[in-house]
């Protein structure tokens, strides 16, 4: 990506706010690339790109189809629709289609993937309702496709973060502050917000009769989170949102990303993940001596701070990476970003490690 800006690294630290400001969470990397063409003309040499390991089978889901999607059923008349990379879902009822999410990459195949199950299974193809999982773009940019005949239903900071930064997206019709069941075509959905995690509005969506429950950008099923901890505005309220996830009743699990549906065993891997990596900021913390880093750079603090926060870093990813590599994909891609945040949520949430000074 062009000028570094997908990369909350400890030495742009600073940029976090703005970054997390300017971007909506979880860029469609394919998206990007083609948006990018231009800066991208040139790549640097291959032989120059690392190497990763390979992405375990267990991560990868259904092949997608001609169109570049794949449509499958979750339960009933509950159904999944992925591009591979982003997740949607939609309820089929005898008064019209309740879709969850319009993710832009997926686009124009919503519709595709909807009509394609009302004909087989002989229901009607009309989105009348669409549900707001959070605000980001990246998950709902697609929304205008359906018109403005459609009841949209969202929390109340879902509306007023869109009406503030986002002219494309119409606004939620219906809102709601914590809890919400919608009754559609004699069909329940029940919407809670327990607080900030990744945004400051995102939900969880309980399907009691389908055994689903849909909670994005938190655990991407089989693969190590996005750079920086999926970009996660509100790092313990991340946490938090795992455990309240867990404490619902369900199989099937919808993330919002990648390939493949989750199950509670891809919840409690994520949270040992998570766990792991916070005791080893934590080690890390005391154990790496910060007296060669500012020795080294001197009145250059930031050099100091920034070489120390990279041996902290590495202290803590390498065993984590080590353990999870085969688990979930791409451990080695973005463990160090994570790690960083949960470094910077320890610190700064919790305050561990801080000293007064005598
Ligand atoms: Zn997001």
Redesign the pocket.
Known sequence: MPEGDAHVTPDSALNRRSFLARS???TAVPAATILAGGALAQPASADVLPDYAPIPPSALGPALNAQGYFVGRVRRNLYWVTDGTYQAAFLTTRDGVVLFDAPPTIGNNLQRAIDQIAASTRVSNRVTHIVY????A??VGASSLFGRGVVRVGHVETKRLLARDNDAVPLPDVTFETRRTLRVGGERIDLAWHGAN??PD?ILIHLPDHDTLML??INLPGWAPYDSF??NEDVPGSIAAAATAMSYRWRHFIG?HMGRLGTRDDMVVYQQYVSDLIDGVKEAVVAVDPTPFFTRYGNNSWAAVQTYQAAQLDYAAAPVIEKYTGVLAAVDVYTASTAFMLLESVRLDQGFGSQIHP
Do not use: M
């Not at 999982?133 to 980001?136: D, I, K």
């Open positions: 909506a969470a979880i999982s959070h605000y980001h990246d998950h990744h945004s995102n994005v950008d999926n970009v919002g």
